[in-house]
């Protein structure tokens, strides 16, 4: 059983709030009347902290895969589902992005620059992504390849 464990680093994590505040001290200043002004940046300070959150609930933190190749993920502490639909985007070294569905439905976003990991292990999650077969998938799920 092959097991990659994903990056979560808080420095991550401050520094999208980083770039959300930007954004919204951006709009702070912006040569607009005081009220919509106030009420845009408002609006995307909510955005993008409900967006972000939502992404980080959703980002797996662990991969398996099994003997029969199918691929399972959770997140830190949280129970294993296994894989029913994989769409992979870029499986390259530098980046490796896919969207994996699981059994419940659910879809978790994958975002792992070749930094992000050692070279090993970012060789290592490509080439589970690669060798993955997903379970019997349901009707709805996409599979590997769909668009």
Not at 59 to 70: F, G, I, K, Q
Not at 101 to 120: C, N, S
Request: positive net charge; proline residues 7%; aromatic residues 10%.
């Amino acid at each position: 059983m092959s097991v990659v464990h994903l990056p979560t680093h808080p420095r991550w994590y401050r520094l999208v709030y980083a770039i959300i505040v930007l954004i919204a001290l951006f709009v702070v200043f912006m040569p607009i009347a005081w009220g919509p002004r106030f009420a845009a940046a408002i609006a995307v300070l909510a955005i993008g902290v409900i967006s972000w959150r939502h992404y980080r609930r959703r980002t797996p933190s662990v991969l398996w895969l099994d003997a029969d190749r199918h691929l399972q993920v959770s997140r830190e502490g949280a129970e294993r589902l296994g894989v029913v639909g994989l769409q992979l985007g870029i499986v390259r070294p530098w980046l490796v992005t896919a969207i994996l569905v699981d059994e419940r439905g659910g879809r978790w976003p994958l975002f792992v620059p070749g930094r992000a990991l050692g070279e090993t292990h970012h060789w290592e999650l490509r080439r589970m992504l690669i060798a993955a077969r997903p379970l019997s998938a349901a009707p709805e799920a996409p599979v590997r390849g769909s668009a």
